[in-house]
């Protein structure tokens, strides 16, 4: 009889314990910072590098939107660059500082901006 007494305490012990237990994450995940491809940072620097010469003729104002235009298309073609600058709006200065230095350096002076992070504030 005291054995079966135990195993019924411990069986209710045991159960209480998961009472709440639905099976179901009860914490938000926590999001991880997409990876933007070599490959597609080397197409940003491209277009970055193609365009800052018309960029530097139609003046900062009108460069700046123009340049908005063309990081829209590029995220359009990498929908993970596209999340990588929602995860982290920095992202944009961090791989072009690696990549292309100096074009980077280039198109913030015809931007007139001190940042990527900046002139693509609007995004």
Same mark, same amino acid.
Request: aromatic share 4%; net charge negative.
């Given at each position: ?61 009108? %460069? ?34 690696? %990549? ?24």
């Amino acid at each position: 009889m005291t054995g079966v007494l135990l195993v019924l305490a411990v069986t209710a012990l045991g159960l209480s314990g998961c009472g709440d237990d639905s099976g179901y994450q009860t914490q938000e995940p926590q999001p991880s910072e997409p990876t933007i491809s070599q490959e597609t940072v080397n197409d940003l620097c491209g277009i970055l590098d193609a365009q800052k010469g018309t960029w530097k003729a139609i003046g900062p104002p009108v %460069a700046r939107v123009a340049f908005l235009g063309s990081v829209r298309l590029w995220t359009v073609r990498d929908g993970v660059a596209s999340a990588a600058i929602a995860y982290d709006p920095h992202i944009v200065d961090t791989v072009t500082e690696r %990549a292309c230095p100096e074009v980077r350096t280039a198109t913030l002076v015809v931007l007139d901006q001190p940042d990527m992070k900046t002139a693509i504030a609007g995004f």
